[in-house]
């Protein structure tokens, strides 16, 4: 079966200094694939050059076996790909429910009809249904979390992209968060999950794939990743709680 998704030396340059540099890797379609590093790894950059609201210097971007090198966001999330942001993007003037609605319309469908319904089918999904008529300004940040996820959701992506959509969150609302993930992940898309929570990232990821000063220092299963002595120097410093 062809990845759903290839890098191949993507490359991206800030002021000459390389953020993310000659990253190669393949994501199996199905699959919750953990992305870890130290802070200025470029995680969240190669998730920006994937998501298209950042174009590469070089390097290529397959998916789903087209190429998607240096297409704008509306193209990515039009073909499929969609992201949740580190600190939530909500439109704080809109409703939650309207929020959701503007993820249908610009998503793979660009549904117009029926939108509210479905739009509710995605906060039920996230478990905030009952907080439809709010505006998003006045949600805390596990609920905000989960409006992310629900708006990205809404797109209907065969590719999310998930940016520590637990950090902020207590130990409960983590765990929800990643039942929620494994649920999504059960229903067909595929998961390419940035978090600094090892342990979150450690009990429902595999692979993982490492980076380090913009580059990919290593790809393997939970317990290759905790194990090895480069990652160990480089970002974990000691064995991730089990």
Do not use: W
């Not at 509210?116 to 905000?144: N, Q």
Request: glycine share 10%; net charge positive; aromatic share 4%.
């Amino acid at each position: 079966m062809a990845p759903i998704l290839k890098l191949d030396k993507l490359t991206r340059y800030f002021a000459g200094l390389a953020a993310v540099k000659d990253v190669s890797f393949e994501l199996e379609s199905g699959g919750l694939v953990g992305l870890i590093g130290p802070n200025g790894a470029g995680k969240t950059t190669l998730l920006s050059l994937v998501a298209g609201s950042l174009q590469p210097t070089s390097g290529k971007i397959q998916f789903e076996g087209r190429d998607l090198t240096g297409a704008k966001s509306f193209k990515a999330v039009r073909s499929g790909v969609a992201r949740t942001h580190q600190i939530p993007k909500p439109f704080l003037t809109l409703t939650v429910l309207e929020n959701v609605e503007v993820g249908l319309r610009f998503g793979r469908s660009g549904r117009r009809v029926g939108g509210e319904k479905k739009a509710m089918h995605y906060l039920e999904l996230v478990g905030i249904a009952p907080l439809a008529p709010r505006l998003a300004s006045a949600l805390s940040v596990g609920d905000l979390k989960r409006l992310e996820l629900a708006r990205a959701l809404a797109a209907r992506p065969s590719l999310l992209l998930c940016d520590e959509v637990c950090s902020g969150l207590t130990e409960t609302e983590t765990a929800s968060i990643l039942r929620l993930l494994c649920d999504i992940r059960g229903a067909g898309t595929t998961i390419l999950y940035v978090e600094h929570n090892l342990r979150a990232i450690m009990s429902v990821c595999n692979p993982v794939i490492v980076m380090n000063y913009g580059q990919k220092l290593l790809e393997g299963s939970p317990d290759t990743v905790q194990n090895d002595p480069s990652v160990i120097e480089a970002y974990i410093g000691k064995k991730a709680a089990s």
